[in-house]
């Protein structure tokens, strides 16, 4: 008896570990295709920097089906299949979503399902017919110059029709004023890495002809060289039904950190402007071999992202201290947008707070074109980050002549808000103070931006970090996209020679922590 109970135990372990390696679909829960979109593809706009409106999926804008027998769903348990890299989004399929889950029992799996739905843009990249499309389109405005999301193509035509007349196609049409003309165009954004070739079975694909393919890729928009993007199903795999799919591999340049991902659909646009965006999937010729678009959850994003750092000249103690010390805020934006300037306001809470304006705190703000720092003027400190520029800074600090009475501490609440477009909401941070004068037997020193050097700067591989009286703790350096380079922990000296030479050249960010803070340098490898 204990026997069989071990016997079932077993086979019902090994049917679990089966269905936890899938990939799993469920209906849209009837959604209409905007509340889809902004519950799954899109983070909130103050954290995407993207606003999203007028949704349909084929042409219609109310609630999706409350059943599997539909086009569009949404999928989770990527990462349970190893080798794929997004782990849960949208999905978009020519058939009925229910191809999607593994295991690959099949080489043609197909689901008709077809609604008549049709599309211009799609049709003029193929003379063939097309059926059962799924298309999900909407507008949206972005706060940046440059907007991205990150899917996967898969489908059950790889590797069969490779090279093929009859393969199902794809494409990401954003409509809009153009970055460069400013004329209204429509362009495909779904390319494969580092290339201006739209990506699909014919020039994204295991690099040789498939046994029904038969003109070698030689066509327009057709390539055999780009087999890195593709991973092939083996038959039997749990994870997945489709027999391919593309995906950035981890050894790639255009990996994000290192790491595996799906491919990028991304483009310049025009910030602050109404653009139209459709994505499309459909079958060539027949309803049959279907094919599927998954969309990564919280990745339909304006990719430049504003940071917050303090460093107090005299960190130990976080008051603002008259001539003890200060702090610097500075403003970061990984990546740079080369496409706009940004306005910052730094301004006092006043019905919130006591400190006064200019008699108990001062603000200095950098001067964009003398990269010096200057004393505000007025309450509403009015700043920029040029365009093109990864930063800027502000410091708060203590006037000499402000008055205090004996141990009387003023409350300092500070409002930081940057300006993104006229019609979206403003990005707002809040800081608070103490401000007192310095007690009795406090170290007071002069006051000064930053106790921290880096030199030389620009350099051709050797930075000498050095902190004036406290030590440096540890440091990590990034690049213009935000990626961790370089760092060191467990320094504890005043100087520390940072090794830049094998630094590809460039603008590099060198967030330092020492006794006394934290603070964020430039420096540039030449």
Same mark, same amino acid.
């Given at each position: ?13 090994? +049917? %679990?570990?089966?269905?936890? !390696?899938?990939?799993? @679909?469920? =209906?849209?829960?009837?959604?209409? $295709? ?16 993207? *606003? ?6 084929? #042409? ?18 990527? *990462? ?64 940046s110059g440059n907007v991205q999301f990150e899917y ?6 790889? $590797? ?8 199902? &196609? ?7 004023? =153009? ?37 070698? /890729? ?12 593709? +991973? ?16 950035? $591999?981890?050894?790639?340049? =255009? ?20 653009? =139209?965006?459709?994505? !499309? ?27 917050? *750092? ?5 960190? %130990? #103690? ?17 990546? $740079?947008? %080369? ?8 301004? !006092?809470?006043?019905?919130?707070c006591d400190a006064v304006f200019n008699e108990d ?22 700043? +920029? ?35 993104? /477009? ?8 809040? @800081? ?17 931006? %930053? ?19 406290? #030590? ?24 520390? @020679? ?25 420096? &540039?490898?030449?």
């Amino acid at each position: 008896m204990k026997k069989i109970y071990l016997f079932f135990l077993v086979l019902f372990v090994l +049917f %679990s570990l089966k269905l936890d !390696a899938q990939i799993t @679909v469920a =209906h849209p829960q009837g959604m209409t $295709p905007l509340q889809l979109i902004n519950t799954t593809l899109v983070l909130p706009p103050t954290v995407s920097g993207v *606003y999203i409106s007028n949704a349909t999926f084929n #042409n219609q804008a109310g609630a999706l089906p409350n059943s599997l027998t539909t086009k569009i769903g949404t999928f989770q348990n990527g *990462y349970n299949f190893a080798d794929f890299p997004i782990n849960r989004g949208i999905i978009m399929t020519t058939g009925n979503i229910t191809v999607a889950p593994g295991p690959n029992s099949s080489g043609s799996s197909s689901s008709s399902n077809n609604d008549g739905t049709t599309d211009a843009d799609l049709q003029a990249l193929t003379t063939s017919s097309l059926t059962g499309m799924a298309k999900l389109e909407f507008d949206f405005l972005s706060v940046s110059g440059n907007v991205q999301f990150e899917y996967i193509f898969a489908s059950e035509e790889y $590797p069969e029709f490779v090279c093929s007349n009859y393969n199902d &196609i794809f494409a990401f049409f954003l409509t809009g004023p =153009h970055p460069v003309t400013l004329v209204q165009s429509t362009w495909n954004i779904a390319l494969i890495p580092g290339s201006t070739l739209p990506v699909s079975i014919n020039s994204l694909n295991p690099g040789v002809a498939g046994s029904s393919g038969g003109n070698g /890729c030689t066509g327009l928009n057709q390539s055999l060289a780009y087999s890195s993007y593709y +991973f092939g199903v083996a038959s039997g795999t749990a994870g997945i039904q489709f027999d391919g799919f593309t995906r950035i $591999p981890a050894n790639s340049p =255009h990996a994000p950190f290192g790491v595996a991902s799906g491919l990028f659909a991304k483009s310049r646009i025009v910030p602050c402007t109404s653009y =139209h965006m459709k994505l !499309a999937v459909s079958n060539c010729s027949d309803n049959s071999y279907d094919s599927g678009v998954f969309l990564k959850q919280g990745s339909f994003i304006s990719p430049s992202e504003f940071k917050n *750092y303090h460093s107090f000249t005299y960190a %130990s #103690n976080p008051d603002l201290v008259q001539n003890l010390n200060s702090d610097t805020i500075h403003y970061l934006i990984l990546p $740079p947008d %080369s496409t706009r300037d940004y306005t910052i306001f730094a301004f !006092a809470d006043s019905a919130n707070c006591d400190a006064v304006f200019n008699e108990d705190f001062e603000i200095y703000y950098m001067d964009p074109i003398e990269d010096t720092l200057v004393k505000s003027e007025d309450f509403m400190t009015t700043f +920029f980050l040029k365009q093109g520029e990864t930063s800027t800074k502000i410091v708060i600090r203590v006037p000499e002549t402000a008055v205090f009475e004996p141990n009387q501490t003023k409350l300092l609440k500070l409002v930081l808000k940057i300006e993104t /477009c006229p019609s979206a909401i403003p990005i707002v941070d809040t @800081v608070y103070y103490n401000i007192r004068t310095a007690n009795p037997g406090e170290f007071v020193e002069e006051f000064r931006s %930053s106790l921290i050097t880096i030199a030389p700067n620009p350099s051709d591989g050797r930075f000498t970090i050095t902190h004036e009286n406290a #030590n440096i703790e540890e440091f990590m350096v990034y690049d213009l996209n935000g990626k961790l380079v370089d760092g060191m922990r467990n320094i504890y000296a005043q100087e520390y @020679v940072l090794d830049a030479s094998r630094y590809v050249n460039g603008i590099y960010f060198v967030k330092i922590k020492t006794e006394s803070g934290t603070i964020v340098k430039k420096i &540039i490898k030449q």
